[in-house]
């Protein structure tokens, strides 16, 4: 089967939509046939990349301004996607940030804003979303962790302390889905997949090699095979990295 035939009318719901690897994942999904759902905080960068995917030929996909720190906005977003397509068949948890950061003069606010984005909105989007897959007994969710949620560095160590977190929480919950499927019949896979460097705007100014990275098309590519897997496997965890 072709990935357009595995793709086509699928409901994905996706976080970080406005930008980087959410835009370049938004764009190739709809190329493919999926009903869209993107997420993100600035509703002028979401009818950006919706433009985009109208003019590539893809489907008017819903878009939804919210902040995934925020509760309430998590909750409302799923249930709009819901409302409109009928269902979510998948669920890509991409928003994140990163911030260098010094461990000895950090500040609060910075520290906050990457657990409550990169944890706390993968939490809250995750359990809306898991109780219409569990009515359901059918469902995806993928995670967009990092390398940097196995091995931590010293220029983003709060950065990777939000990526482990978040690698734990992924774990635990393809434990739970493994216990929903032999209790109750319920089939939600659950996939964790870590980009190593992207050419993304996560480098902001800093110098760094970037025609060295993967583009956020190729992460895009990966995250499409991952979804069209076969409904009788699931890709646990898959680790990417350049090789230019």
């Not at 709009?80 to 500040?107: F, M, Q, R, Y």
Request: proline share 2%.
């Amino acid at each position: 089967m072709s990935t357009n035939e595995q793709s086509s009318g699928k409901a994905i719901f996706l976080t970080g939509a406005s930008g980087g690897i959410g835009r370049a994942t938004a764009i190739l999904l709809a190329k493919q046939g999926a009903k869209l759902a993107l997420m993100a905080r600035s509703a002028e960068k979401l009818a950006s990349v919706a433009a985009e995917i109208v003019a590539a030929g893809g489907a008017q996909p819903v878009t939804i301004a919210g902040d995934v720190r925020k509760e309430q906005d998590c909750t409302a977003a799923i249930e709009t996607a819901i409302s409109k397509h009928g269902a979510i068949d998948v669920l890509i948890n991409n928003a994140g940030i990163g911030i260098p950061t010094d461990l000895s003069t950090v500040n609060t606010a910075d520290l906050l804003n990457m657990m409550e984005t990169n944890v706390n909105g993968v939490v809250y989007l995750t359990r809306a979303a898991l109780k219409h897959m569990r009515a359901r007994k059918s469902g995806h969710v993928v995670m967009i962790s990092s390398r940097a949620g196995i091995e931590s560095n010293p220029t983003a160590p709060l950065y990777c302390a939000s990526k482990f977190a978040l690698e734990g929480y992924t774990e635990g919950l393809r434990k739970q889905a493994d216990a929903w499927k032999a209790s109750e019949g319920v089939h939600i896979r659950v996939s964790n997949v870590r980009p190593g460097n992207v050419d993304s705007g996560y480098w902001g100014s800093r110098q760094v090699a970037r025609e060295k990275f993967m583009t956020c098309d190729e992460v895009a590519s990966a995250l499409a095979w991952v979804i069209d897997a076969p409904a009788t496997m699931n890709v646990v965890d898959l680790s990417l990295e350049a090789r230019r």
